[in-house]
């Protein structure tokens, strides 16, 4: 059973079909050949480390959707996704292929797009009031946890350029093996393996519109501020944050 007939279908059904039977929900592909996945499109990389695909572009978007593939030498692959993910006539539609590289730390073993818009980024091209265009925080801006340089590298993407924009480093980092950012601020939360701990940083300016405050870097040298850490009984290996209401 797909998860497509899963959605068109009674869910109390669904949850009757349930269990470990071969035949049951969730089926195997042997039991149910059609839903096995097929092999469109493939790459060599050398030594991949890890992978990211686009989610969102802005309606006047300019660029396409892309995927990512990071490879352990810090060479981060940019390919074009856009004939996977087009619903729209606005949007541009290419080939399945690599369309460029970008180079970020050694070992980068962990993307996570950046969620939140920035302003004055390299690369992305400007409107005909010379304002910069929507940089697309869930398709062209994402940050790498590069083990090989204990560092967080931003990264901002165009087509198929590709190009650093802020590192953090930080001394109470010893060891990114995840990154992730909150959805309600520009917050970055990184996992630190053999510290066994996680870290956050504050991104630029907050605004608290529910009770009207601005929160600046505390340092105008940085556009980033160390938000403190929570240690941890074991060694983490993900990270992820999400609103609940």
């Not at 010379?130 to 801006?141: A, S």
């Not at 529910?210 to 929570?230: A, I, Q």
């Amino acid at each position: 059973m797909t998860a497509r007939t899963v959605l068109t279908t009674s869910f109390a059904q669904t949850l009757a079909s349930r269990g470990p039977a071969p035949q049951e929900f969730p089926q195997t592909f042997e039991m149910n050949p059609a839903i096995t996945p097929k092999v469109i499109w493939q790459m060599a990389v050398s030594q991949p480390t890890a992978v990211l695909a686009g989610l969102e572009l802005d309606r006047w978007s300019k660029d396409r959707f892309k995927a990512y593939v990071a490879g352990r030498n810090g060479v981060v692959h940019i390919l074009d996704a856009s004939p996977l993910m087009v619903r729209n006539s606005w949007e541009t539609k290419g080939r399945l292929e690599e369309i460029g590289t970008v180079q970020v730390g050694r070992n980068p073993v962990s993307m996570a797009f950046a969620r939140h818009g920035e302003g004055s980024l390299p690369l992305l091209p400007t409107t005909a009031s010379g304002d910069q265009r929507n940089p697309d925080p869930r398709n062209n801006l994402f940050y790498v946890a590069c083990r090989g340089e204990r560092s967080i590298d931003a990264v901002v993407t165009w087509q198929g350029q590709g190009q650093v924009y802020r590192r953090i480093k930080d001394s109470r980092m010893g060891d990114p093996v995840a990154v992730s950012v909150a959805v309600r601020g520009n917050i970055v939360s990184v996992a630190d393996f053999t510290g066994k701990k996680l870290l956050n940083f504050r991104i630029g300016t907050i605004y608290d519109s529910r009770n009207d405050k601005t929160y600046p870097v505390g340092d105008p040298n940085y556009d980033f501020e160390f938000g403190g850490e929570m240690p941890l009984l074991g060694q983490p290996f993900l990270v992820n944050t999400a609103n609940l209401n």
